[in-house]
Each structure stands twice: as structure tokens, then as C-alpha cells.
């Protein structure tokens, strides 16, 4: 682990980057006031209804996601969603209606609020129907309560930094290791003027948590590299599928991937979607050229899918006889053309 005061020293934080954010938490707090929660609809807060611009839910995940991705798993993290492949609302269990369901989610929401405004911060975790759904939580009180917690929302991340950092904290609980992680930034001068935000940008750009690595072939003989290089974008093929941003439905999308190449390839949607919906900030993007050699190791240094180019390195791979479960740069590049995967590693 790098010395903090280097890594402080080290770190960028532009300016339009705190305006844009917090122009766009107002505008989510204008469109849903604290205020006004207790009087929101189910097609109000659901995913899957259109205009897609109404949803509580859309605004959650997709449209505030600078200020904090929750991508990835599936829409049961929102507890009720409508399913359009199905045509009907799709809900958790133990509820046995969409009026059950939609009712826990409001009353749940609206008792986050409550604790975090009275600062009963050990009671947020076990508020239902959100114990086990920390990612959603977790934006939640961060959008309503800004200056309260941090915006990380993963367990896993929240634990990874607590531990780099050597921060005493509840392992177990996301809501006090975001509390801890808080204290430490409050508490040290050399980051305790910074915006919550800003900190938060500076612990996944100089001590990322469970870097996930993506490998893509950005065309034949990486043809696209440079036009993805100046465009800020990467390229995965099946250009029929349009702009991934435009997708915000995995139901919908996995049905739109099976009318466009049939069901004979109908697994690699997932393989879209998850790369598409689920690289975060600090991720890496490995962008081979065919199996001999690497175009590129990009990391994202965003948190709304798109990628920024941290090094621009081309890599040889050498071959040396063993098998390519044990080759290093075969096993970022053993896989067929065109596809995004995952696998994880340890920062």
C-alpha cells in the first residue's frame, strides 16, 4: 500500500466533476423529495415501467450513477420490479401480493431515512425488506444524506478499504464501516476539507478495492482500438444491440439479444450486459489483439461504464509450452472474440 501522503499529493479531482455531481443529486432530490416519499406510487418506484424517467429505481441505479454505481445481480435488489417479459410485477418472497411488497419497500425506505436523521446509524443495516440488500441501502441513504456516508455501497469494497487503510470497524456491517471510513476522512488533515465525494473518487483511483478484470477484443486485429482510444468508449461487437446505455432493463435486453441472433447464442447476453452494466471504477479492461499480444490495460476511472485509459501498454505474449490454464497472458486472452468476461483479482 502506497504512503497516503503520496497518494494525496498524487490525486486530481476536477472541478466540473464536483458540479456535475452535485447538480445531478438535486435534481434526483427535486424529482423525489424526502418529503414526498410516503406519498410514491408503485409505478412511481418501479423498474421496468416506461417512461423509464419516472422510476425511483431508474434514477437509483442508472440516471445517478456518477455519484455511485449499484450495478449488477438483478432487479429483486429493488424488491418489486416489472417484469416486461412477463407482463406482470415480479416481487420477493415472503411477500404474497405486489401490494405486500410495494408497501415493505416504502415503510423500509422511509425508516432509512428516519435513523439516518436521527443518527441511529447501528439500526440501518437490519431495516427490512433492505438487510441483505446493501447495495440499495446503501444509495439510498447517501442520496438522502449525503454528508452522513460516503458513497460506497459493496461490502466487500467497504471491507477491502477499512483493512488497506487499517481502520477498526465492524466487518459485518456495511453501514459502520462506511461510518468508520467517514471518521478517518474526517479526522485527517489532509483530506478532511474534501467533499465526501471527492474522497470517495480518491480511495478507488489510489487504493482500489477487488479489481475485476475484463477481457475484450475490440475487432479484428484490435482494427477498433484507436477509434475506441479517441471516442472514450469500448468496443464489444454485435452492433445490432446499438448503445448499452441505452439498455436499462436485463429482461428486456436479454429479449431483444434473442430476437436479434436467435437462441442458439442466447448465453452471451449475459456476457454483454454484465460487462456493459456491472465494470466499476478502478476495474481494468484488457483489450487483446488476437492471442499474441495486448493492445491495451485500461482502468475505469468512473463509475458510469465508460473507461478512461490509465496506460497505454502493447504486451508480447511468449509462448513457453504449458498449458494455457497457466500462462498468464493466455489466460487474459484464452477466450473467443468479441466476448466481455470477468475475472477477479486482489489489488
Not at 244 to 272: L, N
Request: hydrophobic content about 35%; aromatic content about 12%; some cysteine.
Amino acid at each position: 500500500m502506497q504512503d497516503f501522503a503520496s497518494a494525496v499529493a498524487q490525486f486530481t479531482y476536477p472541478e466540473e466533476a464536483r458540479v456535475e455531481e452535485e447538480t445531478l443529486r438535486q435534481k434526483f432530490l427535486e424529482r423525489f423529495p424526502a418529503s414526498r416519499l410516503d406519498a410514491m406510487t408503485l409505478e412511481q418506484y418501479c423498474l421496468g415501467l416506461e417512461p423509464k424517467e419516472n422510476s425511483f429505481c431508474y434514477w437509483l441505479e442508472y440516471k445517478t450513477r456518477p455519484l455511485g454505481g449499484i450495478g449488477g445481480g438483478n432487479a429483486h435488489k429493488f424488491v418489486i420490479y416489472y417484469d416486461r417479459e412477463l407482463n406482470h410485477y415480479s416481487f420477493n418472497s415472503p411477500y404474497e401480493t405486489q401490494e405486500q411488497a410495494f408497501s415493505a419497500v416504502k415503510s423500509g425506505i422511509l425508516e432509512l431515512l428516519r435513523l439516518a436523521e436521527q443518527g441511529k446509524f447501528d439500526q440501518c443495516d437490519s431495516v427490512p425488506p433492505f438487510e441483505n440488500l446493501t447495495l440499495v441501502r446503501g444509495k439510498v441513504l447517501n442520496m438522502y444524506f449525503p454528508e452522513k456516508f460516503l458513497p460506497i455501497f459493496s461490502l466487500d469494497h467497504l471491507k477491502d478499504l477499512c483493512l488497506q487503510l487499517r481502520i477498526q470497524a465492524d466487518l459485518e456491517s456495511p453501514t459502520l464501516m462506511n461510518l468508520a471510513l467517514l471518521r478517518f476522512k474526517q479526522t485527517n488533515p489532509l483530506v478532511s476539507g474534501w467533499s465526501n465525494d471527492k474522497f470517495s473518487s480518491f480511495l478507488y483511483d489510489k487504493y482500489p478495492p477487488t479489481i475485476q478484470f475484463w477481457k475484450v477484443a475490440p475487432g479484428e486485429n484490435a482494427r477498433l482500438w484507436q477509434e475506441c482510444l479517441q471516442g472514450g468508449f469500448m468496443c464489444i461487437g454485435w452492433n445490432e444491440i446499438g448503445d448499452m446505455r441505452q439498455q436499462t432493463d436485463a429482461a428486456a435486453f436479454k429479449e431483444k439479444y434473442r430476437e436479434t441472433y436467435g437462441a442458439q447464442r442466447i448465453r452471451q447476453w449475459k456476457e454483454i450486459w454484465s460487462f456493459a452494466k456491472e465494470l466499476k471504477r478502478g476495474d481494468v479492461v484488457v483489450a487483446n489483439n488476437g492471442l499474441k499480444s495486448i493492445v491495451v490495460l485500461a482502468q475505469s476511472r468512473a463509475t458510469t461504464g465508460t473507461t478512461r485509459i490509465e496506460r497505454n501498454t502493447n504486451i508480447a505474449c511468449q509462448s513457453n509450452g504449458t498449458s494455457q490454464r497457466s500462462s498468464p497472458c493466455q489466460s487474459l486472452l484464452g477466450m473467443s472474440p468479441r466476448t466481455g468476461s470477468k475475472e477477479r483479482s486482489k489489488s
